[in-house]
């Protein structure tokens, strides 16, 4: 069976997610005494967004590479990353990689796509709302995303870092999410919202959100136990 390796840490609570529903998905299909091989190499998330920050990318692209080449040595076949921000060097990370990446936005186009939507609302850290590399492939393919104001990204990404990557999840947070969502909504017409950061599902879901959401880390997990049982 493929050996998936996940660059993790980025950030722990995503990770854990990751971890514990590929598991679980996997031994839906092989029973539940089957453990899929699984190897995860810890970055610092914060790193990664003081990185971004100061719009060090080769700085970033070489942090990542190197957590994935110590994978690639643990015998891994394919790579995860359980975070979005990092594929603001997506670019770079494909042309050095030792192993070939499965990518989040890519799963998360497909579905977008399947489901015939024209307009999506994007939430994410500051550096997946503000550059290209998450919008573009889904504009391309003719799907318009649409992200909150300048205010509104600010006040995400401060509960991003201060809260949702240390795991602190609050009801005040969440209706704060849940506005922007819904001003959207309202505003934009949006049709769905893509929780384009992995920390997100800790705070939203379809239960709670104005518009039902694309669920990255859902999305992404679904890809990658395809992965594991392709062979």
Same mark, same amino acid.
């Given at each position: 069976m493929i050996k998936i390796g996940l660059i993790g840490g980025i950030g722990p609570e995503s990770t854990v997610l990751y971890y514990r529903q590929i598991?679980?998905?996997v031994q839906d299909h092989k029973g539940k005494e089957?453990?899929?091989? *699984?190897?995860?190499?810890? *970055?610092? +998330?914060?790193?990664?967004? %003081?990185?971004c920050k100061e719009k060090r990318f080769d700085d970033l692209a070489r942090y990542v590479v190197g957590g994935i080449k110590s994978l690639a040595?643990?015998? #891994?076949?394919?790579?995860? /990353?359980?975070?979005? !921000?990092?594929?603001v060097v /997506?670019?770079?990370? @494909? +042309?050095q990689s030792p192993l070939p990446l499965i990518s989040s936005i890519d799963a998360t186009l497909s579905v977008a796509k399947k489901q015939g939507?024209?307009?999506?609302?994007? *939430?994410? !850290?500051?550096? %997946?709302m503000t550059n290209t590399f998450f919008? #573009?492939?889904f504009e391309h393919a003719g799907i318009e995303v649409v992200v909150p104001d300048a205010q509104q990204v600010a006040y995400i990404q401060s509960k991003i870092e201060a809260e949702l990557e240390h795991g602190v999840v609050t009801n005040k947070t969440r209706d704060g999410f849940v506005q922007i969502?819904?001003?959207?909504?309202?505003?934009?017409?949006?049709? @769905?919202?893509? /929780?384009?950061? !992995?920390?997100l599902p800790l705070l939203l879901n379809d239960g709670n959100s104005p518009v039902s959401c694309l669920?990255?880390?859902?999305?992404?997990?679904? #890809?990658?136990?395809? @992965?594991?049982l392709s062979r």
């Open positions: 598991i679980h998905r089957f453990i899929p091989n *699984l190897s995860i190499e810890s *970055l610092n +998330a914060f790193e990664i967004f %003081t990185f040595d643990g015998g #891994a076949q394919y790579v995860a /990353l359980t975070g979005n !921000t990092p594929n /997506l670019e770079a990370l @494909k +042309a939507l024209k307009k999506v609302g994007l *939430l994410g !850290t500051i550096f %997946t919008k #573009a492939p969502i819904r001003s959207m909504q309202d505003k934009d017409g949006i049709e @769905k919202i893509i /929780l384009g950061c !992995t920390e669920d990255c880390v859902d999305i992404h997990v679904d #890809a990658i136990v395809k @992965k594991i």
